[in-house]
């Protein structure tokens, strides 16, 4: 007789292969279909809330593998709270203004002069086309990633209520007193012809002259020092373009200053230094203290203009020759120093980095005329040459050095007038400074990984005012009017909000196509001809700053809450939106934007080596998909340790599939074991083995969802992966086949296990649905009526913990019996002995073993016996705790339909499986 037909099988309609390729397209767009973020909204009405509010990329080509990590674990993490039963939002949103953009435009058109002959609305409609074609390509690109969001209503911070709310924030902060217009040094891309943030500014090597040069004491300074002869404050730069802008020397305050016997005056802390390398000679002939020289006069050996001796902390007496020289237009602490001593601001450099007509209208170059419209880097040979011997020494030196993030130009200095956030003033009724309230807020907000704190507290506590104009086109207009006649800023509430109604309506570009008469508030006291508008436009971190007040506040999206409960971006969003949002948000509201901050590293090869096309090792989303589908990348984001540089390659998302398979096909095996059953077991009626395997599930699977809870993904798959390798597939679903196929099909023992895998599917399913929405959607759809109940698909389910009672159970002892026991298994069958441990019968007087029910003891081994009695042709022995276990051949024949050796000859049935088939 075939006794297949007896077995009760598994079977499922769930397929072993996934076929993602051209399953999830048709899946996703289901979701679509049936409004799935919608229903999530729904079905959590009134429950707890959760806001991850979203950092906008640029619309601007298509998306990168950083943007698919960056989305991917966005979505995972707001699913993750979603199946915690949290009402959450997620609206995605695209930062659309800023240089990037007008590039792009630049090169449609061929190039800047073909761009600069066009109107400022033209280029801006050009820009606004430009940036709406990405936004819909993107938002595609990351529908396809199984990304769930309101992508019907994103935020695009070129809408026009967008800008009046960017605008707005402007004006709220010009309201408390923190936006003031001065004149400068501000980081200034000559090749882009604007002026930076410090978030825009990146740091590469450079090439540097590295000069010293002597400026001589003037005869009243001398004479106040009571020195004849040669005196000469010896300076160190490595900018020789900016001594014609010279108008100081700093002296360190705390230092003494000796007099060579050859005439140079520098630190006494570094004469020494500054004769080994052959720069100075001489013996000392006179010690100055530095307080002695403030407010002297030395003479600058390029141009004859005084510069005056002033005294500084930051001058340092590490290197250099603690004398340095000051150019007010051309540096940070130049500059600050300057307002101290009310040096001159002399800026002789134009917008494209060339010398202008200054140079000659103040005498600041001899010959002046040949240098007007000359780079000031193609300056610095000639300009050394003219100073003749005042230069000592003259050398150059390759460095870090900053940078324009879009051009990749090394950048200047440079002062002009622009527009402040002053981060060291107090907000209007305020008792503490912007950056004092910054602070305390970064102190107040949780930090994954824990080391962002202090990297956002660093650049908090140092950062400078922030410039938050731009000379460009293509942005939201600081759209103040000026007083021609007094250069006054209008800052009337009713006229700034005229404005923003005006911007609500038509949009910034109003700014530029309606005449000043149809902007300005009727009742503003002022004619349009006596006014001029301001031209400059906001720096883009200015847009993506105030998001949370354009998205969260508003109320023109259903975004979530302000605070947002996290913010979520690479680790450069320190310097950046982590930074530009906190300003701004304590600026106005006087707390931070979020209660938390989650950041990742960046996508790099298999070798640890930054992605680039020269190097052929870029790996594209769009290529992923094609060959593996979202759900491997989705796999790879949650197996990656995100606080470090993500690695991707061939071979790691072969490794990615992989996992998936192994998990896809232990849900398939739970599933087509579970396919009849109708009713759970409860837990106190339950077999051993198990309560055994539901009690290491509810530990893993708890430990797992505290991993998930707290974003570290990488520590729960790990824990959730060596689960189901070992306990899950290595041993249980392993030893309860007997009990599947062969016990009948009602018969408790049975029943016990199928219960026991329904319980875990259930909890495992929604473990993984964050991650894996796709498949754990496929299984809803196949689970049995014991699983999916009347829930229509994944979104309708909410996690719960396995909610089980202690089980008692030697895990220890028991594993290390099975291995050991398996040890000589493997040996026995390469030696060709056996060819299943069903052949064998062990013998052992355990009191463990002996406790435990005589079937779940054989189950464990998988033996066909275990006996207390004489051993028969022993074939080995292993002992654990004191306990001997001696492996023998089974006596009995082999049962034809379960195989084990059970039947008292080849032709029968055992004792167990005669009553199933003749029942």
């Not at 520098?266 to 080994?276: D, G, N, Q, T």
């Not at 050398?395 to 200095?413: A, M, Q, V």
């Not at 207009?477 to 006229?495: M, N, Q, S």
């Amino acid at each position: 007789m075939d006794y297949k037909d007896t077995l009760l099988l598994p079977t499922t309609k769930f397929e072993m292969r996934g076929n993602l390729i051209n399953n999830e397209p048709k899946r996703y767009a289901s979701w679509d279909d049936k409004k799935i973020y919608e229903k999530m909204k729904k079905n959590r009405k009134d429950a707890q809330s959760f806001t991850l509010h979203d950092g906008p990329p640029y619309a601007n080509g298509h998306t990168h593998i950083g943007h698919a990590l960056n989305k991917i674990l966005k979505d995972i993490i707001i699913k993750h709270n979603y199946f915690n039963g949290k009402s959450v939002r997620f609206t995605p949103g695209w930062d659309c203004h800023g240089l990037p953009i007008e590039q792009q435009v630049e090169k449609k058109l061929g190039g800047k002069q073909k761009k600069e002959l066009l109107e400022t609305a033209k280029i801006r409609e050009l820009c606004r086309a430009h940036a709406a074609e990405f936004v819909d390509i993107q938002r595609e690109e990351f529908k396809k990633l199984g990304v769930i969001a309101d992508w019907e209503n994103p935020y695009v911070t070129m809408d026009y209520k967008f800008e009046a709310n960017i605008y707005r924030t402007l004006c709220n902060v010009a309201k408390k007193g923190l936006l003031v217009e001065r004149s400068k040094p501000v980081f200034w891309s000559w090749a882009e012809r604007t002026a930076l943030a410090e978030a825009e500014v990146e740091y590469e090597d450079k090439e540097s002259h590295s000069i010293c040069l002597a400026f001589e004491l003037s005869n009243d300074a001398k004479s106040k020092l009571n020195i004849s002869g040669k005196a000469a404050l010896v300076i160190w730069t490595t900018t020789p373009w900016t001594i014609p802008a010279n108008t100081g020397i700093s002296l360190n305050p705390h230092e003494d200053y000796v007099l060579t016997t050859t005439g140079y005056i520098v630190a006494k802390e570094l004469l020494e230094s500054l004769k080994e390398q052959n720069i100075l000679s001489g013996d000392v002939s006179k010690t100055i203290k530095a307080k002695e020289f403030e407010n002297l006069l030395a003479i600058n050996p390029l141009n004859d203009r005084s510069s005056r001796i002033v005294l500084g902390e930051h001058v340092l007496v590490d290197n250099g020759t603690g004398c340095v020289h000051t150019a007010p237009g051309h540096g940070e602490d130049d500059y600050r120093i300057g307002l101290v001593y009310d040096l001159e601001v002399i800026m002789p450099v134009d917008e494209t980095g060339c010398f202008d007509e200054s140079v000659v209208g103040l005498g600041l170059i001899p010959n002046g005329e040949n240098f007007i419209g000359r780079h000031i880097f193609k300056s610095n040979d000639e300009l050394i040459e003219m100073m003749g011997e005042s230069v000592l020494r003259v050398s150059k030196f390759t460095h870090s050095y900053p940078h324009c993030w879009r051009s990749h130009t090394p950048l200047i200095f440079r002062a002009t007038k622009q527009w402040f956030i002053s981060v060291d003033a107090k907000p209007n009724g305020e008792d503490k400074t912007l950056r004092e309230i910054a602070l305390s807020e970064v102190e107040k907000t949780l930090f994954f990984p824990e080391t962002g704190k202090n990297r956002l507290k660093a650049m908090v506590e140092n950062r400078p005012d922030w410039c938050i104009s731009r000379q460009r086109d293509w942005g939201v207009p600081i759209a103040f009017f000026r007083v021609k006649a007094t250069g006054e800023v209008l800052l009337d509430e009713k006229v700034l909000n005229f404005t923003a109604m005006i911007f609500e309506m038509h949009g910034s570009d109003a700014w530029y196509s309606m005449a000043t008469e149809e902007l300005l508030y009727a009742g503003s006291g002022y004619k349009a001809d006596e006014l001029e508008k301001v031209t400059d436009i906001l720096d883009v971190w200015f847009d993506s700053g105030s998001t949370w007040y354009s998205v969260l506040k508003s109320r023109n999206y259903d975004a979530g809450e302000y605070q947002a409960d996290l913010y979520v971006e690479g680790s450069d969003q320190h310097r950046g939106w982590f930074q530009s949002s906190m300003f701004l948000s304590a600026a106005v509201e006087h707390k931070a934007p979020y209660k938390g901050v989650l950041t990742h590293g960046f996508t790099v090869d298999e070798k640890g080596e930054k992605m680039s096309k020269s190097k052929g090792n870029v790996v594209a989303p769009e290529s992923v998909l094609k060959e593996y589908g979202s759900e491997i990348l989705r796999l790879w984001v949650a197996s990656s340790d995100y606080q470090g540089d993500l690695k991707i390659s061939q071979n790691i998302l072969k490794q990615s599939a992989e996992n998936y398979r192994k998990l896809r096909n232990t849900f398939r095996i739970m599933l087509a074991n579970i396919n009849d059953l109708e009713t759970i077991t409860p837990y106190e009626q339950m077999g051993e083995l198990d309560k055994w395997i539901l009690s290491e599930a509810k530990t893993v699977f708890g430990k797992v969802h505290k991993s998930f809870s707290e974003y570290n993904f990488v520590h729960g798959m790990s824990m959730l992966n060596n689960f189901i390798v070992n306990e899950l597939s290595g041993i249980y679903i392993d030893i309860t086949k007997d009990s599947l196929y062969c016990d009948a099909i009602n018969d408790p023992r049975r029943n016990s296990s199928q219960s026991a895998m329904a319980i875990m599917t259930k909890s495992l399913l929604l473990l993984i649905a964050p991650i894996l929405t796709y498949t754990a959607d496929e299984i809803i759809e196949f689970a049995p009526s014991i699983i999916k109940g009347d829930k229509e698909d994944i979104f309708d389910f909410v996690y719960e913990e396995i909610a089980i009672e202690d089980f008692d159970f030697n895990a220890a002892y028991m594993n290390s019996a099975r291995e050991k026991f398996y040890e000589i298994v493997d040996t026995l069958k390469k030696e060709k002995i056996i060819k299943s441990t069903l052949e064998l019968v062990l013998v052992t007087e355990s009191a463990i073993i002996s406790k435990m029910d005589k079937t779940s003891a054989e189950d464990w081994f998988i033996v066909s016996h275990i006996s207390h009695s004489e051993v028969v042709g022993e074939l080995g022995k292993f002992e654990v705790d004191g306990d001997m276990f001696v492996i023998q051949k089974a006596t009995k024949a082999k049962c034809p339909r379960c195989w084990k050796y059970q039947s008292h000859d080849e032709e029968s049935t055992c004792e167990r499986c005669s009553k199933v088939v003749n029942a």
